[in-house]
């Protein structure tokens, strides 16, 4: 069975890979072990998303009287959030199903495996290995949840982010061990819903790629909740004790005594919870994908390509988590592009790593792009730096939320914008004119000369720059 382009993995690489290649006039097959549109669609950018809707949802009735709004004996159902969590993942992938047969992309579900000669061999659910070759091979087979020695995952009381997608119960307390966007998110909404979360960090800062003004303004928002907070501190070792079956309605469940670590005084104490989650990271899908006896070379975990994703295998590619750069959907969707375009033949732009955007759906939001403050100094440029309060904002006020700031950084001598930082409600939807704007050269005077609504949040992008060069009027 011949085809063009075979894509190994149908998350938001895999399916777009497909998609751009069929639209291109190649006939094309995506193999998919599991669900259709990966990890991201159904395990995790958008079900968490909808949990944290409902978070947010949950915290709005429990300050309702401060709108004026009367609505009293508002509960949070973990479980009926779960179940409309799962709806909306279960609706996502049949939007990329539907996407697949719109565009006469062939669906062999299964698992994959590169075989040389242009082959790959797929081995469905009953064992049975069909072999389908391809001019084309793009490897997009994701990553998953990373598992620590000191924090063995055994689904009921050390989970992983997929169990804490579907906890069946509402724990009464609960370790996060990294604070990453997926640590963060999840320990944002346990908290939310009555939680009591303690949050373990290694860096000296929570979301550690983030600017340390970005961090200190979560790290209060959190602590503010009623979080325990504990930076460049290490989990040692969990010991469980009692009943280990998961808790449910008429037992107890086990405990979990957490050892965790100073890191900075030396000391270590014992933080006692129900459940802990390791979201310390992901490791790629490189297992078992047939990569040694095809010759496909990888190092530390990651596949080897260049600007385009062609392996040092001629027709092999890869893209997404499995190669090197921000383990990200939307830079999976950017390099399937790119990927998918250069084999066809196509001019390709190449993806500007430098300009990728990071967004965390906490409350108060993050979003930024480009370097941090710290980094650009480290990189020797001169910098001014602008920021503005959302507590001076209109719209922010008006909302009920004025937590958080836009954080501009400028280079001084040619008014480029180097960085952009934003904290407060939206600003993920606020990132992109940034990523635009540095994309296509706009200047920060630029950007703040182009004349911005009023009320909005956005506003505070213009504000921000004003403020880097001493002319902010309202901050």
Same mark, same amino acid.
């Given at each position: 069975?011949?085809?063009?382009?075979?894509?190994?993995?149908?998350?938001?690489?895999?399916?777009?890979?497909?998609?751009?290649?069929?639209?291109?006039?190649?006939?094309?097959?995506?193999?998919?072990?599991?669900?259709?549109?990966?990890?991201?669609?159904?395990?995790?950018?958008?079900?968490?998303?909808?949990?944290?809707?409902?978070?947010?949802?949950?915290?709005?009735?429990?300050?309702?009287?401060?709108?004026?709004?009367?609505?009293?004996?508002?509960?949070?159902?973990?479980?009926?959030?779960?179940?409309?969590?799962?709806?909306?993942?279960?609706?996502?992938?049949?939007?990329?199903?539907?996407?697949?047969?719109?565009?006469?992309?062939?669906?062999?579900?299964?698992?994959?495996?590169?075989?040389?000669?242009?082959?790959?061999?797929?081995?469905?659910?009953?064992?049975?290995?069909?072999?389908?070759?391809?001019?084309?091979?793009?490897?997009?087979?994701?990553?998953?949840?990373?598992?620590?020695?000191?924090?063995?995952?055994?689904?009921?009381?050390?989970?992983?982010?997929?169990?804490?997608?579907?906890?069946? !119960?509402?724990?009464?307390?609960?370790?996060?061990?990294?604070?990453?966007?997926?640590?963060?998110? !999840?320990?944002?909404?346990?908290?939310?819903?009555?939680?009591?979360?303690?949050?373990?960090?290694?860096?000296?800062?929570?979301?550690?790629?983030?600017?340390?003004? &970005?961090?200190?303004?979560?790290?209060?928002?959190?602590?503010?909740?009623?979080?325990?907070?504990?930076?460049?501190?290490?989990?040692?070792?969990?010991?469980?004790?009692?009943?280990?079956?998961?808790?449910?309605?008429?037992?107890?469940?086990?405990?979990?005594?957490?050892?965790?670590?100073?890191?900075?005084?030396?000391?270590?104490?014992?933080?006692?919870?129900?459940?802990?989650?390791?979201?310390?990271?992901?490791?790629?899908?490189?297992?078992?994908?047939?990569?040694?006896?095809?010759?496909?070379?990888?190092?530390?975990?990651?596949?080897?390509?260049?600007?385009?994703?062609?392996?040092?295998?001629?027709?092999?590619?890869?893209?997404?988590?499995?190669?090197?750069?921000?383990?990200?959907?939307?830079?999976?969707?950017?390099?399937?592009?790119?990927?998918?375009?250069?084999?066809?033949?196509?001019?390709?732009?190449?993806?500007?790593?430098?300009?990728?955007?990071?967004?965390?759906?906490?409350?108060?939001?993050?979003?930024?792009?480009?370097? &941090?403050?710290?980094?650009?100094?480290?990189?020797?440029?001169?910098?001014?730096?602008?920021?503005?309060?959302?507590?001076?904002?209109?719209?922010?006020?008006?909302?009920?939320?004025?937590?958080?700031?836009?954080?501009?950084?400028?280079?001084?001598?040619?008014?480029?914008?180097?960085?952009?930082?934003?904290?407060?409600?939206?600003?993920?939807?606020?990132?992109?004119?940034?990523?635009?704007?540095?994309?296509?050269?706009?200047?920060?005077?630029?950007?703040?000369?182009?004349?911005?609504?009023?009320?909005?949040?956005?506003?505070?992008?213009?504000?921000?720059?004003?403020?880097?060069?001493?002319?902010?009027?309202?901050?």
């Amino acid at each position: 069975m011949n085809y063009d382009v075979i894509v190994i993995g149908s998350g938001p690489g895999g399916y777009v890979a497909a998609v751009k290649a069929s639209q291109l006039g190649m006939k094309t097959a995506v193999v998919e072990r599991e669900n259709l549109g990966g990890i991201c669609l159904n395990w995790g950018c958008i079900p968490t998303k909808a949990l944290l809707k409902s978070a947010q949802v949950y915290n709005y009735l429990g300050h309702a009287a401060a709108y004026g709004v009367q609505a009293e004996g508002a509960e949070a159902n973990l479980e009926a959030m779960v179940a409309r969590s799962r709806g909306v993942a279960e609706t996502m992938s049949k939007g990329v199903q539907f996407l697949l047969k719109k565009n006469n992309v062939d669906v062999i579900m299964g698992t994959g495996r590169v075989m040389s000669g242009h082959k790959v061999a797929v081995t469905d659910a009953e064992g049975n290995t069909t072999e389908y070759e391809a001019g084309h091979i793009i490897i997009a087979t994701g990553a998953r949840s990373k598992v620590m020695p000191a924090m063995p995952q055994d689904g009921k009381h050390i989970i992983g982010y997929r169990e804490a997608m579907t906890l069946p !119960f509402k724990p009464k307390s609960m370790v996060v061990c990294g604070s990453g966007a997926i640590g963060s998110e !999840f320990a944002f909404f346990y908290q939310s819903i009555g939680v009591q979360v303690t949050l373990v960090e290694f860096m000296p800062q929570i979301l550690p790629n983030e600017d340390e003004d &970005t961090a200190s303004q979560i790290s209060r928002s959190f602590r503010k909740m009623g979080m325990k907070v504990m930076v460049q501190s290490s989990v040692e070792k969990v010991d469980i004790e009692g009943d280990q079956a998961m808790p449910g309605d008429n037992q107890a469940g086990a405990v979990c005594h957490v050892t965790i670590k100073d890191m900075k005084r030396g000391t270590e104490s014992v933080v006692d919870c129900d459940v802990v989650l390791s979201a310390v990271g992901v490791v790629t899908n490189l297992e078992n994908l047939g990569l040694e006896e095809t010759g496909i070379a990888f190092e530390r975990g990651k596949i080897t390509v260049d600007d385009y994703y062609q392996t040092n295998v001629p027709g092999y590619y890869a893209i997404g988590d499995v190669v090197h750069g921000p383990a990200l959907a939307h830079v999976a969707s950017a390099e399937a592009i790119c990927c998918v375009e250069h084999l066809a033949g196509h001019e390709a732009k190449k993806v500007n790593y430098n300009n990728i955007p990071g967004c965390t759906y906490t409350t108060p939001e993050v979003a930024s792009v480009g370097l &941090t403050e710290k980094k650009a100094l480290e990189a020797g440029k001169e910098i001014l730096v602008g920021k503005f309060f959302f507590k001076a904002s209109g719209k922010a006020t008006a909302a009920g939320n004025t937590d958080g700031f836009i954080k501009m950084i400028v280079d001084k001598n040619t008014d480029e914008i180097v960085g952009c930082h934003m904290c407060g409600d939206n600003v993920t939807e606020m990132i992109a004119s940034i990523v635009v704007a540095r994309e296509n050269g706009v200047t920060a005077k630029q950007l703040a000369g182009a004349v911005h609504p009023h009320p909005t949040m956005s506003e505070a992008v213009m504000e921000a720059v004003e403020a880097a060069y001493g002319k902010a009027i309202h901050g």
